[in-house]
């Protein structure tokens, strides 16, 4: 039997002497309150797709395909249901964040039913079904933010549609006689390398991962509302799946920003910059946000690209307090150790998870609290 050679040859790129890397950051891009609410009128009036999903991704004027997001890896879209309308099931390994910015509607989940309403915010899952279904009587728009761009870019989205009736995620076949339990784990040496059996690799220690629901009206009351009230003016919105990185999900933080009226003006100066993305849905209130030396105003409904990685930036309120989320890929840096941070532009850079870390933060606090 002939056996034909079908490989593409490789490049061999000489890279010696190169000078360092240095980040290559899209620019900032604000999309407004109209333009996502005329892609909602345009997603509402359309004829109804076969399985039901009415969205529009929104992309960076520097995205390319395969990958196309509104940051580099981070995909955000546009998805509605009108009323009575659900859309068929669904799972994939993308994990999600859904923001509901108009109407209300269910989410179904492997774990339940969350019952999303206007600003609360849900986490989905890698791998585990979900359907949405609008009972109300409006249009229902969510903001779903995924890692399905940076997967899209990897070659490996992965995504099927899910029986109209399901139970549970498929568990695979179990053989108690080959599994992580039984292999070899072998210290190598005396500082803490190891060898492992392979099954190690096919059978990992599970975390539970489960959708989670944080609603609005729940974590608003914890923010500040009136000046010297002496709550927070930002929190994060924590799965303990997430562990160590901090995230709403493994590859996402979730920050929710309140600050009152009648503070003072914050002082114009230098920002600070970090190699994670933010993108901001501002909820309420005025404001600019100075990015790389551009001012770049937003009020209520707006959504910005606030701050592209490596890019320095700083945001100023205007008098009317705002409301802010920030949708962050923290987590995903943090497990690549790559998320480095610099609060002074002439401080250090210091790699967040990896050594310690900034402290001395009063900012989102009253000192003391």
Same mark, same amino acid.
Request: a negative charge; glycine letters at 10%.
């Given at each position: !039997? ?8 490789a490049?061999m ?5 190169d000078?360092?890397s ?5 620019a ?5 309150r109209?333009?996502?609410?005329a892609? @909602? ?5 359309? &004829? ?5 999903r009415r ?16 940051? &580099?890896?981070i995909?955000?879209?546009i ?8 859309a068929?099931?669904? *799972? ?5 964040v ?16 969350i ?11 890698? !791998? ?5 279904r609008?009972d ?5 728009? *969510? ?13 490996v989205?992965?995504a099927?549609?899910v029986?109209?009736?399901?139970s549970?995620?498929p ?14 784990? @072998?210290?190598?040496?005396d500082?803490?390398? *190891?060898l ?7 059978? @990992? ?6 959708? /989670? ?7 608003s ?12 003016? @930002? !929190?994060a /919105?924590?799965?303990?799946a ?17 600050m ?29 946000s ?8 937003w ?10 990685g490596?890019l ?14 920030t ?8 497990g ?6 610099q609060?002074? !532009? ?23 609290a």
């Open positions: !039997m002939s056996i034909t050679d079908t490989r593409t040859a490049r790129v000489d890279l010696s002497g000078p360092a240095r980040p290559q950051p899209w900032p891009i604000k999309v407004t109209a333009e996502i609410e892609e @909602i009128d345009r997603l509402a009036s359309a &004829p109804r797709p076969a399985n039901g969205v529009g991704r929104i992309v960076h004027p520097s995205a390319t395909a395969p990958g196309l997001g509104f940051a &580099p890896g995909s955000v879209a998805e509605v249901l009108n009323p009575c309308e659900q068929d099931p669904l *799972r994939e390994n993308a994990h999600r859904e923001i509901g910015i108009a109407g209300s509607g269910r989410i179904d989940t492997g774990d339940g039913e019952a999303l309403a206007h600003l609360d915010v849900a986490n989905l899952p890698s !791998m585990k079904p979900f359907r949405f609008n109300g009587p409006d249009v229902w728009a *969510r903001l779903s933010y995924s890692n399905a761009a940076l997967l899209e870019q990897l070659g989205h992965y099927e549609d029986d109209r009736v399901w549970s995620t568990v695979s076949e179990q053989d108690d006689q080959y599994t992580r339990v039984t292999a070899p784990d @072998i210290a190598i040496g500082s803490g390398a *190891r492992r059996g392979y099954e190690h690799l096919v059978d @990992i220690e599970v975390v539970d991962s489960r959708a /989670l629901h944080w609603p609005w009206a729940e974590v009351p914890h923010l500040s509302q009136t000046l010297g009230d002496g709550r927070r003016t @930002i !929190m /919105l924590y799965n303990p997430s562990q160590r990185r901090q995230g709403a999900t493994h590859n996402f933080f979730v920050t929710a920003t309140s009152p009226p009648g503070r003072p003006p914050r002082p114009r100066g230098p920002g600070h910059r970090h190699s994670s993305a933010a993108i901001n849905y501002h909820v309420r209130g005025t404001g600019f100075t990015v790389d030396g551009q001012d770049i105003s009020e209520a409904g707006d959504l910005l690209l606030s701050a592209p490596w320095e930036h700083a945001h100023y309120e205007g008098p009317d307090g705002i409301a802010v989320y949708v962050q890929d923290h987590p995903l840096h943090i690549m150790e790559s998320l480095v941070w609060e002074k !532009m002439d401080g250090p850079v210091l790699a967040l998870g990896s050594e310690a870390g900034q402290t001395g933060y009063v900012g989102p606090r009253e000192a003391g």
